[in-house]
């Protein structure tokens, strides 16, 4: 596989539920990161991890719980979320240096709090 | 802290016609400033980027973006609107140098392409 592959696709899940959300990268970066996109609301960045580690939390709420094992994989633990949680999660990663050259998206995870 | 400001949250246009997205960007320095493309239920893909090189710069499926510093703008055009464009557009600034990892982005521009 290439590029940015995020699992599931889409998942619906009750407030007690524990899910986790999966992003593993092929492209040799270096940095993961994890935005939720809601509707009629920009782009929120939700976490960075930089060379493994964590360098960017944006007061992001404890029910949102992030880990990246390698610099590879990226998950993103849910448990007791709110229906306000419901948004298209989006994972990127890119090469941190001293050039930007942008990130690469996966396709994301629609999911739904009932 | 920078920031990107898209104006006009839809565009409608016609099939053939000039497609121009908007994009004003803050900074105190000159940023990096990129396009990105949303097709429905899919993630983001890079349409093209400035990095400090040259001024006008040609991205994927015929888009190009022009950076005007006098006016701290970066906006998209497209000589001639296709059905297949019709997507959620997104400007997006970093700053430069080894800081220059993280991106902020606008609040999107979704385009109609009426036949």
């Known amino acids: 596989e290439t590029g940015v592959t995020q699992t599931p696709r889409h998942l619906v899940m009750g407030m007690t539920n524990k899910k986790s959300l999966k992003c593993e990268q092929h492209?040799?970066?270096?940095?993961m990161y994890w935005y939720k996109q809601s509707a009629k609301k920009p782009l929120e960045l939700m976490f960075v991890?930089?060379?493994?580690?964590?360098?960017e939390n944006n007061s992001v709420p404890s029910r949102f719980s992030p880990e990246c094992p390698n610099s590879s994989h990226l998950f993103l633990h849910l448990h007791t979320l709110q229906p306000e949680d419901s948004a298209l999660y989006l994972c990127?990663?890119?090469?941190?240096?001293?050039?930007?050259?942008?990130?690469?998206f996966g396709s994301g995870t629609r999911l739904t709090v009932v | 802290a920078q920031s990107v400001t898209q104006l006009g949250s839809h565009v409608s246009v016609s099939e053939g016609a000039l497609v121009l997205l908007r994009c004003n960007y803050s900074?105190?320095?000159?940023?990096?400033l990129f396009w990105y493309v949303q097709y429905p239920n899919q993630g983001l893909q890079l349409l093209l980027k400035?990095?400090?090189?040259?001024?006008l710069v040609k991205g994927i499926n015929g888009f190009e973006a022009e950076f005007k510093k006098s006016e701290t703008s970066f906006h998209l055009t497209k000589p001639s609107a296709h059905m297949s464009d019709a997507a959620e557009y997104f400007c997006?600034?970093?700053?430069?140098?080894?800081?220059?990892?993280?991106?902020?982005f606008g609040g999107g521009t979704r385009v109609l392409v009426k036949p």
């Open positions: 990127a990663s890119s090469q941190v240096s001293q050039g930007n050259y942008g990130y690469t």
């Open positions: 492209l040799g970066h270096n940095a």
């Open positions: 991890y930089s060379l493994e580690e964590r360098v």
């Open positions: 900074s105190s320095v000159p940023p990096y």
């Open positions: 400035y990095t400090s090189a040259a001024t």
């Open positions: 997006a600034v970093s700053p430069t140098g080894a800081a220059g990892n993280k991106l902020t």
